[in-house]
């Protein structure tokens, strides 16, 4: 028998640091590095390729209140670490301005390594995600499990909007960070993997054929962690707001308890190919929720807010069990108001296309809920 | 019994250059379709539009029994380009990119990707680069998925050899690519998955179009495909090649490689079918390096220098060479390898010019009107 999964919560956000009088990206991490290495301070910060950019990651959190707790700390913390050195903190996909070529790089040997092996593509990639790991113990089952889930990467992702400007200009996109990040290699949707073996002889091959020292650069919308015994969830804009990011995380958790029943009756949700859903996913990038999808199983456009309700009642018994439902709410209102790539390109028409205003709006919303 | 024409079509792209400038003005576009090719201006303002206004060339039939028509037809079609262009006062390059023009400054959008403008925003602009396309008469369409699949593996050998686009924007990029990144962000691009049938094929197409995704099978662009009006095999992976004997190895070569998988076939053998993902690694790598990097063998799983591995691909396919009649121009490969790609050439021409990109434009343009 599958064990259940643990469905504990992980989530590490990467940070935009800004400075508050130009609203342009500053490079931060430069003053924590001393001597090749990053000085420890009372929470670990870590260093991006980019010098204006740091990731951060909850511990391990048993439940979503436990993880809502730990993200308002963690946001909390660097905010008041930025305050104090005078510049302020911003959680958005993309800089709604500042150019990638003017980004100093951090001076660590590995990105250096990265720069000369990736080249233009590695200083393109000056975006900002949300990773979100749930606790899936048999690693069988969580194979099994990102086989069906990717399905719903797209619907989520769509949530997750918060990349609609690049370099100074409107892309037209809700999400252009999840466009610049498939340059990469092994990026995107995964291809179906039938079983743990088979993933594990595709993370094989490339190791004995010396591409990867790991399966650490899988980078995948969905991926097992190397390390820990988790499924990773890659695929989503970094949230604006703190709850936004806590509906997401949420879901996720409903959808692995979901899919765990499922298994249990004999059902697997169906594995579709991945050209089909990266078809999804384009949707998702393009229009976010104002757009339609595929339903695969009807082969018809559905407008996407409905598919996300559909999906939210898919998981609403898993919801109910873990105790959840107060920590999706904000996805009602999302569905209502729209995301925070949406809210963005109000500011951006409500002040005649001024950029400052939407990295004021950024920073405001980056601070709600944070004890600061 | 399969009995495939093996018949030859090349679709080119020329590059209208301004003499004083060097700035891309406009570009000369050709399809199998109508049969003709068509000039395009870049900025409306450019007396081109006016001069060129009905310029339309009539290439004649595209299909070419072998390799000699092939050379014909591909002489006298850029020996028309030429004419056309030079009584104008203007130059003709042939390259994937152009090193210096700025796609910002593009006030009008290629013609055939104009409904992908309004579905890829951004992503679209971005595309201002030029592709060379080889049909290979496959008329079952059951065969030609199955070379296609099989095929995929030697994609990125190929691309080695035919690399010309290592500047964007009037910067080195790092890679021998970079169009092939530009046109891999829009969706349905790079290499094709894994399909069982034709009937696959078509079924995955047909619910693309059904749900609206695209307007008909044109817009699906993977680096090789089933055509989906000719009876042909396309393979889109390529640059646009300056030097014409460059084209016609290529050519050369992909004709032979068909021939070969499908001699495989037809003795009830298989080329190895990979995971789409490790195909892309090498893909990335040709993208990345070129001729100057390694390839990896995935049959003995070892990284390898890429001449080595395409002088082993170029001994697999030559007896085919020699039934087709094409051992002269796949010869030509062998002078790549050791000339180096156009990108190559492109590279050692910047960096002896103190990095000026007006003599790289000089360059192709020579390179180009070598017809005689």
Known sequence: MIPRPSLSIGIEEEYQIVDPETRAMRSFITQFIDDGKVIMIEREIKPELHASMVEMGTPICRTVGEALDELVK????????????????????????????????????????????????AQRLLIFGMHVHIGIEDRTFAIDAMNVVRYMLPHILALSTSSPFWTGRRTGLKSYRSVVFEDFPRSGIPDICRTAADYDNLVGTLQRCGVIPDASKIWWDVRPHHKYPTLEFRICDICTRIDEAIAIAAIFQALVLWLWKLRRQNVTFRVYRRDLIEENRWRASRYGLDGKMIDFGKTQEVPTRQLVRELLELIGEE???????????????????????????????????????????LIAETKMGLDL | MYHPS??????????????????????????????????????????????FSDAVINAGTPVCVDIKDAREKLLRMRHDVLTLVQANDFKVAAAGTHPFSHWENRPTILPGYRAVLDDAQMIARRILCFGLRVHIGVEDRELAVDVMNTMRYVLPHILCLATS????????????????????????????????????????????????????????????????????????????????????????????????????????QQFRIYERLLIAENKWRAVRYGLSGTLLDFGIEQALPTPTLIRELLERVQPFARKLNSEDELAHAETILQRGSSADQQLHIWHTNGQAMQPVVDFLVAETEKIG
């Open chain 2, 165 to 268: 686009s290592p500047f964007w924007v009037g910067r080195n990029t790092g890679l021998k690519s970079y169009r092939n990144v530009l046109l891999d962000s829009l969706p349905r691009t790079g290499i094709p998955g894994f399909f069982n049938s034709y009937q696959e094929y078509r079924a995955y197409v047909d619910t693309l179009i059904r749900t609206n995704s695209m307007p008909d099978a044109s817009q699906v662009r993977y680096d090789i495909i089933p055509h989906y009006r000719f009876p042909t095999l396309v393979v889109r992976i390529c640059d646009m090649l300056p030097d014409l004997r460059d084209t016609l190895a290529i050519t050369a070569l992909i004709q032979a490689t068909v021939a070969w998988m499908v001699d495989l076939r037809q003795r009830n």
């Open chain 1, 74 to 121: 963690q946001r909390s913390f660097i905010a008041r670490l930025a305050r104090e050195k005078e510049v302020a903190v911003v959680a958005a996909a993309t800089h709604p301005f500042s150019r990638w070529l003017d980004q100093p790089i951090t001076p660590l040997p590995r990105y250096i390594g990265v720069l000369e092996e990736m080249q233009a593509l």
């Open chain 1, 319 to 361: 919801i109910a069990e873990l105790g959840t439902e107060a920590y999706i709410k904000p996805v009602e209102n999302m569905l209502n108001h729209g995301t925070s790539a949406d809210r963005q390109l109000r500011v951006y028409a409500s002040t005649d296309g001024d950029l400052k205003a939407v990295v004021d709006h």
């Open chain 2, 6 to 51: 093996f018949n030859i079509g090349i679709e080119e792209e020329y590059q209208v250059i301004d003499p004083q400038s060097r700035e891309l003005l406009g570009y000369v576009t050709q399809s199998m379709a109508n049969e003709q090719m068509v000039v395009r201006e870049r900025n409306p303002d450019a007396e081109l539009a006016q001069r």
